[in-house]
């Protein structure tokens, strides 16, 4: 074998180790990216879901004081209890 070869041998495997390399540390990468992706939008559906449920809540309470006496002024309220 040529010392030419063994050279040119050696390059070409340093240089796929270092592409292998490379695709490893990306391919971890984008694992974490898809974890963080997935986690994004678990939260986001946890999000929605709780305004929806305030969202509810406020049209409930909207129709409870639509419905009933307004109690804010105080001369409709009742004397406390200490008079």
């Known amino acids: 074998m040529n010392p030419d070869d063994t050279t040119m041998r050696d390059d070409h495997e340093q240089r796929l180790a270092e592409l292998e390399s490379r695709i490893a540390f990306q391919e971890h990468a984008l694992n974490e990216l ?8 678990d939260e986001e559906a946890r999000n929605a879901l709780l305004l929806q449920r305030a969202l509810e809540d406020l049209r409930q309470l909207r ?6 006496p307004v109690a804010a002024d105080p ?6 209890p200490h008079y």
């Open 34 to 41: 898809s974890d963080a992706l997935a986690a994004a939008r």
């Open 75 to 80: 001369a409709n309220e009742p004397p406390p």
């Open 63 to 68: 129709l409870a004081l639509s419905s009933g």
